[in-house]
């Protein structure tokens, strides 16, 4: 089993920056890719990125690309995701992903709202 929990959501204008960040928990070691997603309201989920075990970042959203950045501490059993010039399309709800052992893990998720 892996646990997943996401901090750093929080209300900021555009133009702002928020670093979220996903502490991994349980069977760490098994973990192999790992991503973030979000879901706005009244749309499906989306993924932002994806990074490898290895920490390669992969497959930005392409309304992110440029903005945010993803990375990985597999010390720490973390990843983090570094958003800029946030926008208010950037309003969502943003979750942890992870892959283990053939499955898939999820945080709670944690809520980011872009406005004035």
């Known amino acids: 089993q892996v646990q997943l929990l996401e901090a750093g959501g929080d209300l900021v204008p555009p133009g702002g920056s928020l670093n979220l960040t996903c502490l991994a928990s349980?069977?760490?070691?098994?973990?192999?890719?790992m991503a973030w997603y979000r879901q706005a309201p009244g749309k499906e989920r989306e993924m932002v990125a994806r990074?490898?075990?290895?920490?390669?970042?992969?497959d930005y959203l392409a309304s992110v690309k440029g903005r945010f950045a993803i990375s990985r501490d597999n010390d720490k059993n973390t990843i983090g995701l570094q958003m800029n010039s946030l926008r208010p399309e950037d309003t969502a709800v943003y979750y942890c992903?992870?892959?283990?052992?053939?499955?898939?893990?999820w945080g709670q998720g944690t809520r980011v709202n872009v406005s004035r």
């Open positions: 349980g069977k760490t070691w098994t973990i192999g890719g």
């Open positions: 990074i490898t075990r290895g920490r390669i970042p992969k």
């Open positions: 992903y992870a892959s283990s052992e053939g499955l898939d893990y």
